[in-house]
Every structure is written in structure tokens, then in C-alpha cells.
């Protein structure tokens, strides 16, 4: 038995509208209950958590642009609990915050010539474990994430448009060790390079998808590294049958050390999804995905990745879903280990009126080379 949760209710402003602008505040409310907070194979630590994610999504429409942007903060705070006989109970408590953000902007939509801007942010942290037994050895992870896309759309025709221009992306990775968490150690990541993607539309459900990349990355920090990497890519997708809808990607991938620090990765790279609706208000989707990257912890890494899911509307209010999927790691470098990560998720919402809603989700969680965990989490979210 892995515990109760709280259900806790939330509040939200009404929605400004005014001619082509919208905006919808947003807040969300949990708690959760984690049996080993800090994946660990011996020892595991029980933590309870509360949650509160307040966020706002915009957007407005002219004859000559479209934006939409987002943000959203969630802070965490986390209660572990070491055991009676540790003296350290309840000393590390866990307080942090993370968030996203978005923006996405286009100018001239439906012209000849336009422009495209795309820019994201994320910052994720997650409780850990270093070599250090006991309670002093806990650490938090952090990651911070900026990917930004600028193209000019060319647009031909109404069936075919090509984006070129360019991409940056900066990475920060922390480690916090106890007993306050602050950061310990810092590793940093820089790359940029020239985008193109070209669609076309033969079918009025299904298009053609071609991808190129090139980066020129370095590392700083707790890594020093630098290099280049590209990738190309294409795809198909498109709806086959009014109740199944296919999406295929085939491509091809290197990563290059310029400082000569790391050896060089390549090799094939996919992804294929299937979404199939057997019934009505439900949907079955299969996965597979198969890349490479460079690695903050160590030099370079590839997996594959398998994946279901099912969702389905028990009732004009009441909805469910659950799922899972195993990826399969290779890690190569200064660290080199296999690794296998299986995840499965299960979830029920319930839609009180248009703008609130309550959900109950929980999971199954392990990775072989740490540990496991079953986390469940109880929200509600009020949405205007």
C-alpha cells in the first residue's frame, strides 16, 4: 500500500479577452507521496510532497502575426523522512522551483515570404543519491534548458514551404549536495548552427517531412569539451484512415569532438508512432525511437525507446489513461555503462465544470543501475 493523497482546490482569475487577444491563468495544486524519493537500490527514503503550479497561456491573432506565449512556476516541498533512529530526520527538507516557458511568434502567416520564431525555456530539478551513505549523501540535480529557432518561411505554393535559418540552445546541469543543497558543481553547454526544414503536402491528410541540422557545441565546467554534430532526417505523416493516423522518421546522425577529447558517435537514427482510435473519444498509441547525444555526466550516449498508451472518456466529465515504456541506454566515454529505464503511469480526471478539474495519477518507476519508484500524486488544476 503506497499511501493516501490530499486533494487540495484552487483558484484562478477570470480571462481577459479583448478583440484578437487571449489569456488563460491557470493553477494547480497536489501533494504526492514517493517510497523512495532518492532511487536508491538499498535504503530508500519515504517523502511526502506538495505542490503549487500557477501559470498563465496567451496568445494574439492579426492579419499579420501570430503569437502565443506561456509561462508556468512549480514549486516543490519535499518532507523526507530517514528513520527514527537517524538523527538527521526531517533535517533536508527539500524546497525548490521549477518552470517553463514559451514563445512562439509568426510574422506574415500565408505569404510568400515570412518568419518564424521559436524560443522555450524549462528548469527541472530531481532528488539524488552520491556515493556518500546516509542521509549527508543526498543531493538535488538541476537542469536548466534554452532552445531557441529563428527561420524565414518560404512558401511557394500552399502545399510546400521550406523554414531556413538558424538555432542556439544553452544547457545548465547543477548538482546540490546536503545538507542545504547548494550548488556543488556546474556544467554548461553552448550550440548553435544552421537549420532547414521543407514540407509538402501530397495528400490532404499526409505530408512529406525533411530535416537538416548542423551545431557546433562546447562544454564548460565540469565537462571540457567541444565539437560538432549534425543530424538529417525524413519522415511521412499523415492520417491513413479516419481512425489511424501513422507518423514515420528515418535518419542519420553524428557527433564529433573537435577538441579530440571524445571519440566520435554515428549512426541510424528513427521514430515511428502509431495513433489508432478504436472506439469512439478513446486513442491506442504505439511508439519506437532511436537517437544519440552528447552527455553532460559523460561524453556521449544512444538508446532505444518502446512505448503504449491508451486513454480513454469513461464519461462526458470523467477520463482515463495509463501507460508505460523501456528505454534501453548506452553510455560511452569517461563513463561507459548500459543502463535500462522502465516507466508505467496511470491516471483519472475528473471535470468538475469548464475551468476545474481534479486528477489522481500514480506509477511504477526503476532504472537498473539505481533504483526504483512508485510515486502517486494527487492534483487539482483550476483553468480559466
Not at 518560404?154 to 535559418?165: E, N, R
Not at 567541444?226 to 491513413?240: D, K
Not at 483519472?348 to 511504477?364: M, S
Amino acid at each position: 500500500m503506497m499511501s493516501s493523497w490530499i486533494l487540495l482546490s484552487g483558484l484562478a482569475a477570470a480571462e481577459p479577452n479583448a478583440g484578437g487577444a487571449s489569456a488563460h491563468p491557470y493553477v494547480s495544486i497536489g501533494a504526492a507521496f514517493t517510497p523512495n524519493v532518492y532511487r536508491t537500490r538499498q535504503n530508500p527514503v519515504m517523502s511526502q510532497a506538495f505542490t503549487i503550479r500557477p501559470g498563465l497561456d496567451a496568445s494574439w491573432r492579426t492579419p499579420e502575426f501570430k503569437t502565443d506565449l506561456g509561462a508556468s512556476v512549480l514549486r516543490h516541498q519535499v518532507v523526507a523522512n530517514f528513520g527514527e533512529n537517524d538523527p538527521a530526520e526531517n533535517a533536508y527538507q527539500l524546497s525548490y522551483f521549477d518552470g517553463d516557458a514559451y514563445l512562439r511568434l509568426q510574422a506574415l502567416p500565408g505569404r510568400k515570404v515570412g518568419f518564424l520564431l521559436d524560443s522555450m525555456v524549462n528548469q527541472e530539478h530531481r532528488p539524488g543519491q552520491s556515493g556518500v551513505a546516509g542521509a549527508a549523501g543526498k543531493t538535488l540535480v538541476g537542469s536548466l534548458k534554452n532552445d531557441n529557432t529563428a527561420q524565414f518561411r518560404i512558401q511557394p505554393g500552399s502545399a510546400l514551404w521550406f523554414d531556413l535559418g538558424g538555432g542556439a540552445r544553452v544547457e545548465r546541469h547543477t548538482i546540490g549536495t546536503a545538507p542545504d543543497f547548494s550548488t556543488t558543481s556546474t556544467t554548461n553547454r553552448v550550440a548553435a548552427g544552421p537549420r532547414l526544414d521543407v514540407r509538402w503536402q501530397f495528400f490532404p491528410r499526409t505530408e512529406l517531412w525533411a530535416h537538416g541540422e548542423l551545431d557546433w557545441y562546447a562544454w564548460t565546467g565540469g565537462k571540457l569539451d567541444a565539437g560538432m554534430a549534425w543530424r538529417a532526417h525524413l519522415g511521412v505523416m499523415g492520417r491513413i484512415t479516419p481512425n489511424l493516423r501513422l507518423n514515420g522518421v528515418l535518419g542519420y546522425a553524428q557527433l564529433r569532438s573537435t577538441s579530440g577529447i571524445s571519440t566520435p558517435i554515428q549512426g541510424i537514427t528513427a521514430m515511428a508512432n502509431v495513433e489508432w482510435t478504436p472506439r469512439a473519444n478513446s486513442k491506442l498509441a504505439l511508439g519506437y525511437s532511436k537517437d544519440l547525444e552528447d552527455s553532460w555526466f559523460t561524453n556521449n550516449m544512444s538508446w532505444h525507446y518502446v512505448f503504449l498508451s491508451y486513454d480513454q472518456m469513461l464519461t462526458s466529465r470523467l477520463s482515463a489513461g495509463l501507460g508505460g515504456g523501456t528505454r534501453f541506454e548506452l553510455y560511452t566515454g569517461s563513463v561507459s555503462y548500459p543502463d535500462v529505464l522502465i516507466k508505467s503511469d496511470a491516471h483519472l480526471t475528473y471535470q468538475f465544470t469548464d475551468h476545474v478539474a481534479a486528477t489522481l495519477q500514480g506509477g511504477f518507476w526503476r532504472r537498473a543501475s539505481t533504483g526504483w519508484d512508485a510515486p502517486v500524486e494527487a492534483t487539482v488544476t483550476a483553468r480559466w
